[in-house]
């Protein structure tokens, strides 16, 4: 590791202990230090702020792709991280380099003072205020989580919202029920602003409704102003303007449509034409959905396995990735599951017992939150999966190899797992 890594590294674990909560949902310790700061938030290019349970980082992912073909730069942030903090931030398209990342950290330690603050409000901060010094046609801006206490939601007015699929998720802070999340999350709306509506449960779509009507904020909402389908292996997009007729996104699961018709949406808002549509299709890249893994230690220890690597973990997420599975040429399938204590374990893998020959559970290395490898294990036996462990993910695909060495293997169920597979191949 560089010095300049290490500068950086060592300022990102101060911060974890500049409050005593993770997660502590307010906007004021973020107006404070924004202050501070100056307001960088004021000063950046048209900004796309999205929320949602599921899809958010895909469907970024896909209008970013679409912005930079045809021809323009945007700044992108995103959490949380797979291998890499820098992930996070990109600036005009490039992830941020070393320098600038110290160096914006830095300046907001200094401005923070003695102040409390949580990680996530401070580098939200620092991504804020890197992307108000460099140049660029549009800023997307993906929230932590929820929306209207959300460390993001300090832009005044938006170029666009964008809401993306709701499901329970977090119920620990955002409620217990799909209307209280889909209030939280529509806390993004703003007056005015045009908010794109992937497809939502009815009972979050009504509260979505209520406020963007209290706010006078325009909806261009999945099943009323566009519609998006698959025919005949390409994908379909309608809306107000007239038809598209594009290639199926690059990024693999049936459930890529409906993000992909969202940032169809949003491109057809911002009017940047053919080449943005035709490349936020084909151009996309999100890794740890529905990754395809052909290189790296474990691929090499398994050269006959096909090696999958996803990050989702709700009953949402279970529910697409098992339709997707189902969808796949004929194949043994097995999982390596590794989960959080703070998710719903048996929503998630209980859809996922129909198309999975075995689950061996694993703990999430370096994780104080990890679900045991044996609660994981016991928990998918109750929802139908033949189950056993494993003390890694490498033993755990050593172990199904040498059982069914062409088989099809998903390491599944946290994107902090998802993180530790891509760091190790990095």
């Given amino acids: ?5 290490r500068g950086s590294d060592l300022l990102l674990q101060r911060m974890m202990t500049l409050h005593p909560k993770i997660i502590d949902l307010t906007l004021d310790r973020v107006w404070r230090l924004l202050a501070a700061l100056d307001h960088p938030e004021r000063t950046l290019p048209p900004v796309i702020h999205l929320a949602g349970t599921n899809g958010k980082g ?5 209008i970013r792709a679409g912005i930079e073909a045809a021809g323009k730069t945007c700044h992108a942030y995103t959490s949380p991280h797979l291998a890499r903090f820098h992930e996070r931030i990109r600036l005009a398209g490039a992830l941020i380099s070393e320098p600038a990342l110290e160096a914006v950290l830095d300046e907001c330690v200094v401005a923070n003072g003695s102040e409390s603050i949580t990680y996530f409000e401070i580098t939200t901060c620092a991504a804020l205020l890197a992307m108000s010094r460099v140049p660029a046609d549009y800023v997307l801006l993906e929230t932590g989580l929820g929306g209207r206490l959300d460390a993001t939601n300090v832009m005044a007015r938006p170029a666009a919202t964008v809401i993306t699929p709701i499901s329970m998720d977090h119920e620990q802070y955002l ?5 209280l999340i889909a209030g939280e999350k529509a806390g993004i709306l703003k007056r005015g602003v045009p908010c794109v509506v992937a497809p939502q449960p009815d009972e979050a779509m009504q509260v979505i ?13 999945h099943g009323q102003q566009w519609h998006v389908w698959e025919e005949r292996g390409r994908l379909v997009f309608q809306d107000e303007t007239g038809l598209l007729d594009l290639p ?17 949406a949003v491109l057809r808002h911002l009017e940047l034409g053919d080449r943005a549509f035709e490349g936020a299709m084909t151009n996309a890249d999100w890794p740890a959905r529905m990754q395809r893994l052909r290189s790296g230690p474990l691929a090499e220890a398994a050269p006959g396995v096909e090696l999958w690597l996803d990050g989702g973990h709700n009953p949402a997420a279970g529910e697409a990735l098992a339709v997707h599975l189902a969808g796949l040429p004929k194949r043994p399938t097995h999982l390596i599951c590794g989960m959080l204590n703070t998710k719903d374990a048996r929503g998630f893998l209980r859809p996922l017992a129909q198309v999975a020959d075995s689950l061996t559970a694993v703990s999430i290395p370096g994780e104080a939150n990890t679900l045991p490898a044996l609660e994981t294990a016991r928990l ?7 189950t056993r462990e494993a003390g890694d993910v490498q033993a755990a695909l050593t172990a199904i190899a040498a059982q069914a060495p062409e088989a099809r293997v998903l390491i599944c169920g946290s994107l902090y797992l998802a993180g530790h597979v891509l760091r190790g191949m990095v």
């Fill in 248 to 264: 199926l996104p690059v990024l693999p699961g049936a459930h890529q449509l409906q993000n992909a018709g969202a940032a169809l």
């Fill in 1 to 5: 590791m560089s010095a300049e890594a």
């Fill in 58 to 62: 895909s469907t970024q992912a896909m």
């Fill in 175 to 179: 409620g217990d029920t799909l209307a």
């Fill in 209 to 221: 409704e209520a406020r963007a009507a209290a706010l006078g904020a325009p909806l261009l909402a």
């Fill in 380 to 386: 998918a036996r109750e929802v139908g999966h033949d």
